[in-house]
C-alpha cells in the first residue's frame, strides 16, 4: 500500500480537500501509476457542481494526466513499470461491439454506459481516514498514485514531457478530434467554434489543421480572442457586440452559413446557435460540450429537415489506446502545439486555485 497526498471531494459544492490517502496495489488485469502532471477540466468541475450523471461521493476526481507506471497486477502485458503513459478517461476493451467496429471509437466500459466509481471488480483500490474513495472514470489524476484498468491506460513514446502531454488525456485530443475525426473538415471550408476554452480552441487548431479558409470564434470573453488567433482563428465575435441572434451573424457573414459549427461549452442555448448558424443542407453541428445531466434541448425540426447534420463526439472519435501513443508522436514531431493552451502551472497543494482560475475563464 502506497500512502500519498490527493485531493478528495467529499460532497457536491465543497473544495477539494488535500489529504494522505492509501493507494492498494493493483490486482490483475490493473496497473498503479505514479501520476506527474494532471490538467483541469471542466468536466471535473461539472461533477463538483452535481450536474455529471452517475458519480458517487467522495470521490478522487482528475481525468487528464500523465504519469510512469509503478507497478502491474497479474496478466498485465502492455505496459510494464518505468513506462511513460496517459490514462484514459475513454477505455478501450478491445471486446466490445463498438471496439471491434472500426468506424466506432466509444467503449462500452464507459462511464456513460457503466459507472466507472469502482474498478471492474466493483472494489476501490483508495482510502481516507479509514473510508472508502471513489475512483472517477478509472481515472482518478487528482492522486499522487492512481490504479487503473490495463484497457484504460496508453504506453507513449519515452521522450514525452508529461506536463504538457497529459492535456492529450481529454482536452486537447477531444476538440481536435472533433474536427479531424468527427466532423472531417474539408480543407477551405469554413467553421464556427462556440467557446474558447481549451476544448473550443483545440477545435481551432484542429480545423487549420484541416486546411479550413475560414475559423470563425465565439465566445463572450474577448480576453481569449488574442490566444484564438495565434492558434488560427480568423475571425473573433462576442454575441453581447451583436445586434442580432449570433446564427444570423454568422449566416450573414458567410453567405448561407458555415460548413462545420462546433458547441463545446454544453450550454442548451449556444447548440440550438450552433445548429442553426451551419447550413441548411450540407451543414454540421458537432456537440463537444458536455451538458447538465438531465438537461434537454428543444428544437425547431425545420433545422434538421433540409439536410443539415447534428453529431455528438467523445473523446473526439479517437480510438484510445490506439490512437493517443500516435497524438503523442505528433505531439514529438511538432505537427501541433498543444503547449499554447497553458496557461498557468501550480503545485498540486493550490489545486482549489486552478478551479478558480477555470471558474474565472482564465
Known amino acids: 500500500v502506497i500512502r500519498c497526498r490527493a485531493a478528495v471531494a467529499w460532497a457536491v459544492g465543497k473544495p477539494l480537500s488535500v489529504e494522505e490517502v492509501e493507494v492498494a496495489p493493483p490486482k490483475t488485469g490493473e496497473v498503479r501509476i505514479k501520476i506527474v502532471a494532471t ?66 471509437n466509444y467503449c462500452l466500459k464507459c462511464h456513460l454506459s457503466e459507472s466507472q466509481n469502482l474498478l471492474p471488480d466493483k472494489t476501490t483500490r483508495f482510502t481516507c481516514k479509514g473510508k472508502q474513495i471513489h475512483h472517477f472514470l478509472w481515472v482518478s489524476t487528482f492522486a499522487e498514485y492512481t490504479v487503473v484498468p490495463e484497457y484504460a491506460v496508453a504506453k507513449i513514446d519515452p521522450a514525452a514531457p508529461l506536463d504538457k502531454v ?40 484542429g480545423c487549420k489543421a484541416a486546411g479550413a479558409s475560414r475559423i470563425i470564434a465565439v465566445d463572450i470573453n474577448k480576453d481569449k480572442f488574442a490566444k484564438a488567433k495565434e492558434l488560427g482563428a480568423t475571425d473573433c465575435i462576442s454575441p453581447h457586440d451583436c445586434k442580432k441572434p449570433i446564427q444570423e451573424v454568422l449566416t450573414e457573414m458567410t453567405g448561407q452559413g458555415v460548413d462545420y459549427s462546433f458547441e463545446a461549452i454544453g450550454h442548451a442555448e ?58 503523442v508522436s505528433s505531439y514529438l514531431e511538432k505537427k501541433f502545439n498543444s503547449d499554447l493552451l497553458i496557461t498557468h502551472t501550480l503545485p498540486f497543494a493550490k489545486v482549489n486555485e486552478g478551479f478558480e482560475l477555470l471558474r474565472a475563464g482564465k
Open 39 to 104: 490538467g483541469i477540466c471542466h468536466t471535473d468541475e461539472h461533477v463538483l457542481k452535481g450536474f455529471f450523471p452517475n458519480v458517487e461521493f467522495p470521490v478522487i476526481l482528475g481525468h487528464e494526466g500523465a504519469g510512469i507506471v509503478e507497478s502491474v497486477g497479474e496478466g498485465v502485458t502492455a505496459v510494464k513499470p518505468g513506462d511513460k503513459v496517459i490514462p484514459l478517461c475513454l477505455p478501450q476493451c478491445g471486446e466490445c461491439s463498438f471496439c471491434l467496429n472500426p468506424e466506432a
Open 270 to 327: 449556444t447548440m440550438i446557435a450552433a445548429l442553426a448558424s451551419c447550413n441548411m443542407n450540407t451543414g454540421m453541428c458537432v456537440m463537444v460540450g458536455v451538458l447538465d445531466s438531465g438537461s434537454e434541448i428543444s428544437l425547431d425540426p425545420m433545422l434538421l429537415l433540409t439536410g443539415r447534420t447534428w453529431k455528438g463526439s467523445v473523446f473526439g472519435g479517437w480510438k484510445s489506446r490506439d490512437c493517443i501513443p500516435k497524438l
Open 166 to 205: 497529459c492535456l492529450l488525456g481529454c482536452g486537447f485530443s477531444t476538440g481536435y478530434g472533433a474536427a479531424i475525426n468527427t466532423a472531417k473538415v474539408k480543407p477551405g471550408s469554413t467553421c464556427a467554434i462556440f467557446g474558447l476554452g481549451g476544448v473550443g480552441l483545440s477545435v481551432v487548431m
